[in-house]
Nanobody, 131 residues
Framework: QPQLVESGGGLVQSGGSLRLSCVAS????????IGWFRQAPGKEREGISC?????????YSADSVKDRFTISRDNAKSTVYLQMNSLKPEDAGVYYC???????????????????????WGQGTQVTVSS
């Protein structure tokens, strides 16, 4: 059974940084596209950043986090990271990672479609940003 476990969340001051990790088990991460999604209180879950299984395919990040967040993967460690810099209070929420087996839509399309495309989800990690 595919499992994803997020970690790295916490409380940080505005302007600070966090690195989230998503560790996969029970499946070969190499073949899967991975996405990071955020759900803020009272809001729908949104796609933040997604990465294909193919290293030559560009990653995608939402406009709200572009140039501040970077998604990367280390298949040897079965881990996908989300480096978050220059954090803002509006970045707060529960962050989830999710996995999708091929075939794939384009990376931006998968990120936008979220639960329609990603089959396996972690339990989430809380990020709080103080102003």
């Amino acid at each position: 059974q595919p499992q994803l476990v997020e970690s790295g969340g916490g409380l940080v001051q505005s302007g600070g940084s966090l690195r989230l990790s998503c560790v996969a088990s029970g499946f070969n991460l190499n073949r899967y596209a991975i996405g990071w999604f955020r759900q803020a209180p009272g809001k729908e879950r949104e796609g933040i950043s997604c990465i294909s299984s193919h290293k030559d395919v560009p990653t995608y990040s939402a406009d709200s986090v572009k140039d501040r967040f970077t998604i990367s993967r280390d298949n040897a460690k079965s881990t996908v990271y989300l480096q978050m810099n220059s954090l803002k209070p509006e970045d707060a929420g529960v962050y989830y990672c999710a996995a999708r087996a091929p075939p794939f839509w384009t990376v931006p399309a998968m990120c936008a479609r979220g639960e329609q495309d990603f089959e396996s989800w972690g339990q989430g990690t809380q990020v709080t940003v103080s102003s």
